[in-house]
């Protein structure tokens, strides 16, 4: 069973930084993507950042220069570190791996549970 369990989140004031992690357990042969997306109240789920296994990243037009999103293959891990937050970037964040698992060894998309990050002035 493939598990993601992000950590981190919070609040903070506008201006301030957070930093989110995503561990990926289980019977994994490989990560491939990883990526944070994340949905405000009342607003379709939108990509943040995204992650390739060879460290390619690409990120939303509205978070480029402030976040930053990094990985541990070693670990299976993804960080994102956001940097300047804003009002707007409030939102619940959840985690995304495609995650190839012993076993079947297909090619699955699993998400983490969510978490709140919440930026006030």
């Known amino acids: 069973q493939v598990q993601l369990v992000e950590s981190g989140g919070g609040l903070v004031q506008a201006g301030g930084s957070l930093g989110l992690s995503c561990a990926a357990s289980?019977?994994?042969?490989?990560?491939?993507?990883m990526g944070w997306y994340r949905q405000a109240p009342g607003k379709q789920r939108e990509l943040v950042a995204v992650?390739?296994?060879?460290?390619?990243?690409n990120y939303a037009d509205s978070v480029k220069g402030r976040f930053t999103i990094s990985r541990d293959n070693a670990k299976n891990t993804a960080y994102l570190q956001m940097n300047n937050l804003k009002l707007e970037d409030t939102a619940v964040y959840s985690c995304n791996a495609e995650i190839i698992s012993a076993g079947p060894y297909l090619a699955t998309d699993y998400w983490g549970q969510g978490t709140q990050v919440t930026v006030s002035s």
């Open positions: 992650i390739t296994s060879g460290g390619i990243t």
């Open positions: 289980g019977r994994i042969v490989r990560i491939n993507n």
